[in-house]
Structure formats: structure tokens, C-alpha cells
């Protein structure tokens, strides 16, 4: 026999899956001029846990976006990067994590690949005229080539280190 909930106080409020809270803007709008979170979900009839994760909805776009990012990852395999850098040049406030948190609250398994292969040419060229920040600063050079300083400061780095391998004769 399960446990004896018959002393407990029903507190009237609804589970998340049965709930719709009308005019989430006008929550949203209460709730960033300080009233508290406990409050508006008491007034609501819904746990303030379940009015959170209402909230950040909006903040992570609407379902209907939701329901885009979801499809551009997996029905047109566009990477996750370039999905939240399009959505931020349109003007929604997302972050990569933000897109894989959609993704994974959908079920959606991320892919696995270590990210597009860029192609730097002439990496010796690009290691002479940095000179290991005593030449070309690591950004213009990054720039010119078109990748993030980090990608290229790991690109010289591993060459380094392949460099100094072969002339200690490991092989």
C-alpha cells in the first residue's frame, strides 16, 4: 500500500504538464520589476519552480523558435554555432549552451564531429611573422585568415610541438 497523503494541505496548485498561464509577457514584465517569483506563482496557482522554467522560455525565444532550432539541427544538420550566432543577429538573446539545452530537453542527441576542419595555409609563414608574440599580434593574423585567434594560437602550438619532435629524431 502507498503512502497516506490524507493529512496533507492541497494547496490547489496544478502539476506542469496541466498548465497554461495566460499573458506570460505581462508575468514576465512583474517579475523583472521585483515581484517576487513565490508570489506570482501563489496568485497563478501554479509551483514557482514551474513558473521559472515558463519564464526562461521566454527568454530562450518562443516554442515556435524552439521548434525551428530544433529542426535546423537536425532535419537540415546545420551546426549549433551557426544556429545561435544567426538567432543572436536576428535579435534573440540565446547562447550556444541555451541551443543545446533546447536540444537536450527535446531529447535530441548532439553530434559528434570536433567542429568544421578549417584549413590554414601556410602555417610556417603564419609562425614566422607571429614569432611567438614577438612579431604580428595573434588577432590580425587570425583575422587575416579567417579563423578565432584561440583555433590559430592551438594550430601554431601543435606545430611547435610536431616541429620539436622531428628534430629530436621521435618518430
Known amino acids: 500500500?502507498?503512502?497516506?497523503?490524507?493529512?496533507q494541505e492541497d494547496r490547489g496548485r496544478t502539476l506542469a504538464g496541466e498548465a497554461?498561464?495566460?499573458?506570460l509577457g505581462r508575468i514576465a514584465e512583474r517579475h523583472a520589476k521585483g515581484e517576487s517569483l513565490a508570489a506570482l506563482a501563489n496568485e497563478l496557482g501554479v509551483s514557482s519552480?514551474?513558473?521559472r522554467s515558463r519564464l526562461r522560455e521566454i527568454r530562450y525565444g518562443e516554442i515556435a523558435k524552439r521548434y525551428q532550432i530544433i529542426?535546423?539541427?537536425?532535419q537540415?544538420?546545420?551546426?549549433?554555432?551557426?544556429i545561435a550566432k544567426d538567432l543572436r543577429a536576428r535579435g534573440v538573446s540565446i547562447d550556444l549552451w541555451q541551443?543545446?539545452?533546447i536540444l537536450k530537453k527535446a531529447g535530441v542527441p548532439r553530434r559528434k564531429g570536433g567542429g568544421a576542419k578549417c584549413?590554414?595555409?601556410d602555417l610556417s609563414d603564419l609562425a614566422r611573422r607571429h614569432a611567438r608574440g614577438r612579431g604580428e599580434s595573434l588577432v590580425a593574423l587570425a583575422d587575416e585568415v579567417g579563423v578565432h585567434p584561440d583555433t590559430l594560437r592551438?594550430?601554431?602550438r601543435e606545430a611547435r610541438k610536431r616541429k620539436k619532435s622531428e628534430s629530436s629524431g621521435g618518430s
Do not use: C, K, N
Request: aromatic share 12%; hydrophobic share 30%; glycine share 6%.
Open 154 to 156: 592551438i594550430h601554431l
Open 1 to 7: 500500500m502507498g503512502p497516506d497523503f490524507s493529512g
Open 71 to 74: 529542426e535546423r539541427y537536425t
Open 76 to 82: 537540415e544538420q546545420e551546426p549549433a554555432t551557426s
Open 119 to 121: 584549413r590554414i595555409p
Open 49 to 51: 519552480r514551474f513558473l
Open 99 to 101: 541551443v543545446y539545452d
Open 20 to 23: 497554461d498561464i495566460p499573458d
